[in-house]
């Protein structure tokens, strides 16, 4: 059980079912009293003080992608070497290389208490779009994955390129994605949006954008995205990744597709570790910091969520696979250090992320006691120190 411990900001007793042993409630959540009402049972194993969460979710990430920083340097540390020194590696990748890099970082996301990854996977490789979707397979006992079949080059600059997303969707993807501020023109990226609704609404998928990551403030297809999730019912299946432009506005037109986001149910997700360093490549001083707008996404009423977007890849050569890294640096550069907003962001990772998957877990009776202890005394303090949580699978420490 666990004694005196933080949930929910309250702090309580919980009682949960360990094992077979345990009968009839084996790996359920069976208790939850006012903090010293519970007595231990004779054997039974106590951890007391800390914290209890349910496990987080990771909404954005490119397994396809990860450890392959250090076989590409990015001599300038910018978004568009990134892309070449992908598109240069991408030919050479196998199946077991793929599965061997992408199994390594699940591991590490699972060590951290993430469950559920949400990864997108480039179509431009039909050997990464096969591998992942095995992963997904091989991991499901352990870890919920699901794959979105992201053109990371654009459906509509060359030829080819449609038919490879089309394929990767038909092969078994979960959702689909784009790249609109990628393509060509900005007509042609508000088509991409349009053909992504009608390639998902064919296959009933769900959504994953990757929308308007960059600072000019004439890439405008979140509104695009928002509309057509509105037009086609598609309300809570649609996530807009990045949405960097967002920031660089003007504020009037900001705050109308703020209010735009929240009516239409779409989720913003946040990428913070990877876009602080890509974006505002192209400013000299001031230097924007180039993350979406959090604080003005909340007031108007939308979902946030926050990815951790690169493990060692080509565009961003850190990374632990650590949740509450994207949250701390979060907290940073979107100026989130009031008390409320700093607990926001940490129950973020284990509430609004898990939306693009459906339901988030409850730490409740009757639930299964699946959940993460920290030692911290609180969010902000887990946030300080970005620890590793102690994680209990039905009951059972991993
Ligand atoms: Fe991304």
């Given at each position: 059980?666990?004694?005196?411990?933080?949930?929910?900001?309250?702090?309580?007793?919980?009682?949960?079912?360990?094992?077979?042993?345990?009968?009839?409630?084996?790996?359920?959540?069976?208790?939850?009293?006012?903090?010293?009402?519970?007595?231990?049972?004779?054997?039974?194993?106590?951890?007391?003080?800390?914290?209890?969460?349910?496990p987080?979710?990771?909404?954005?990430?490119?397994?396809?992608?990860?450890?392959?920083?250090?076989?590409?340097?990015?001599?300038?540390?910018?978004?568009?070497?990134?892309?070449?020194?992908?598109?240069?590696?991408?030919?050479?990748?196998?199946?077991?290389?793929?599965?061997?890099?992408?199994?390594?970082?699940?591991g590490?996301?699972r060590q951290h208490g993430t469950l559920?990854?949400?990864?997108?996977?480039?179509?431009?490789?039909?050997?990464?779009?096969?591998?992942?979707?095995?992963?997904?397979?091989?991991?499901?006992?352990s870890t919920?994955?699901?794959?979105?079949?992201?053109?990371?080059?654009?459906?509509?600059?060359?030829?080819?390129?449609?038919?490879?997303?089309?394929?990767?969707?038909?092969?078994?993807?979960?959702?689909?994605?784009?790249?609109?501020?990628?393509?060509?023109?900005?007509?042609?990226?508000?088509?991409?949006?349009?053909?992504?609704?009608?390639?998902?609404?064919?296959?009933?998928?769900?959504?994953?954008?990757?929308?308007?990551?960059?600072?000019?403030?004439?890439?405008?297809?979140?509104?695009?995205?928002?509309?057509?999730?509105?037009?086609?019912?598609?309300?809570?299946?649609?996530?807009?990744?990045?949405?960097?432009?967002?920031?660089?506005?003007?504020?009037?037109?900001?705050?109308?597709?703020?209010?735009?986001?929240?009516?239409?149910?779409?989720?913003?997700?946040?990428?913070?570790?990877?876009?602080?360093?890509?974006?505002?490549?192209?400013?000299?001083?001031?230097?924007?910091?180039?993350?979406?707008?959090?604080?003005?996404?909340?007031?108007?009423?939308?979902?946030?969520?926050?990815?951790?977007?690169?493990?060692?890849?080509?565009?961003?050569?850190?990374?632990?696979?650590?949740?509450?890294?994207?949250?701390?640096?979060?907290?940073?550069?979107?100026?989130?250090?009031?008390?409320?907003?700093?607990?926001?962001?940490?129950?973020?990772?284990?509430?609004?992320?898990?939306?693009?998957?459906?339901?988030?877990?409850?730490?409740?009776?009757?639930?299964?006691a699946t959940m993460l202890w920290?030692?911290?005394?609180?969010?902000?303090?887990?946030?300080?120190?970005?620890?590793k949580p102690r994680v209990f699978v039905s009951g059972v420490e991993a």
């Amino acid at each position: 059980m666990f004694s005196d411990v933080l949930l929910q900001g309250r702090r309580v007793d919980l009682r949960c079912q360990s094992g077979p042993s345990r009968s009839p409630t084996p790996g359920l959540i069976t208790a939850i009293e006012a903090a010293g009402t519970l007595v231990p049972l004779g054997d039974e194993t106590v951890v007391v003080g800390g914290m209890l969460t349910p496990p987080t979710a990771e909404p954005h990430v490119h397994l396809d992608a990860v450890l392959l920083g250090a076989r590409v340097p990015n001599r300038s540390g910018t978004l568009r070497e990134g892309i070449a020194n992908w598109a240069a590696i991408r030919p050479t990748l196998t199946r077991e290389d793929v599965l061997e890099r992408a199994r390594t970082v699940v591991g590490w996301y699972r060590q951290h208490g993430t469950l559920r990854i949400r990864t997108h996977v480039d179509t431009g490789s039909r050997v990464a779009v096969e591998a992942l979707l095995e992963l997904r397979e091989e991991q499901a006992g352990s870890t919920e994955i699901q794959v979105v079949a992201f053109p990371q080059e654009g459906i509509l600059r060359a030829a080819g390129r449609r038919e490879a997303w089309e394929d990767a969707v038909a092969l078994g993807c979960d959702a689909v994605g784009a790249i609109p501020h990628f393509e060509r023109t900005t007509e042609e990226g508000w088509q991409s949006v349009r053909m992504a609704f009608d390639l998902a609404e064919r296959h009933g998928k769900r959504l994953d954008f990757h929308c308007d990551e960059t600072d000019d403030p004439g890439s405008r297809n979140l509104e695009v995205v928002c509309a057509q999730a509105i037009d086609r019912g598609f309300g809570g299946r649609v996530v807009a990744g990045h949405c960097t432009a967002l920031h660089s506005y003007p504020n009037p037109y900001a705050a109308k597709v703020c209010e735009l986001v929240a009516t239409s149910g779409v989720q913003v997700v946040a990428n913070p570790l990877d876009n602080v360093v890509l974006q505002g490549r192209y400013d000299s001083y001031p230097r924007r910091r180039g993350i979406t707008r959090v604080d003005a996404l909340w007031e108007a009423g939308a979902s946030v969520g926050i990815g951790h977007d690169s493990v060692m890849d080509p565009w961003y050569r850190l990374g632990t696979a650590n949740l509450l890294d994207a949250a701390s640096m979060l907290v940073h550069v979107a100026q989130l250090t009031g008390e409320d907003q700093m607990r926001r962001v940490f129950h973020t990772l284990s509430r609004e992320n898990h939306l693009p998957f459906g339901e988030a877990p409850r730490t409740a009776v009757g639930q299964p006691a699946t959940m993460l202890w920290y030692a911290a005394a609180d969010e902000i303090e887990a946030i300080r120190t970005r620890e590793k949580p102690r994680v209990f699978v039905s009951g059972v420490e991993a």
